[in-house]
């Protein structure tokens, strides 16, 4: 089993920055990659970035060239850095890790961007 905390949320003025964290716990070695989704009042679970052991990274096009996910393996953490942030950015932040045949997820963090 694998175990994710999310942090790093909080309230931030448009074009303002945040970073958030993801440890994992437990089996990580069973992890071959990690990446962030958010979710919207009223809208589906979107994704944001995935980045895997060997470091690739893969964005959505809606944040590609504002986030940056990297991860720190000593730390099993992963950090989604977001920049330029607009207020379509409010949303709860999610950590997945995709675990053998199922998927871990965390609890998520709320970031609020007022405009």
């Known amino acids: 089993q694998v175990h994710l905390v999310e942090s790093g949320g909080g309230l931030v003025q448009a074009g303002g920055s945040l970073r958030l964290s993801c440890a994992a716990s437990g089996d990580t070695i069973g992890i071959p990659a990690m990446g962030w989704y958010r979710q919207a009042p009223g809208k589906e679970r979107e994704f944001l970035a995935l980045?895997?052991?060997?470091?690739?990274?893969n964005y959505a096009d809606s944040v590609k060239g504002r986030f940056t996910i990297s991860r720190d393996n000593a730390k099993n953490t992963v950090y989604l850095q977001m920049n330029n942030l607009k207020p379509e950015d409010t949303a709860i932040y999610y950590c997945?890790?995709?675990?053998?045949?199922?998927?871990?997820w965390g609890q998520g963090t709320q970031v609020t961007v007022s405009s």
């Open positions: 980045i895997r052991n060997n470091g690739m990274a």
């Open positions: 997945n890790a995709p675990y053998y045949t199922s998927e871990c």
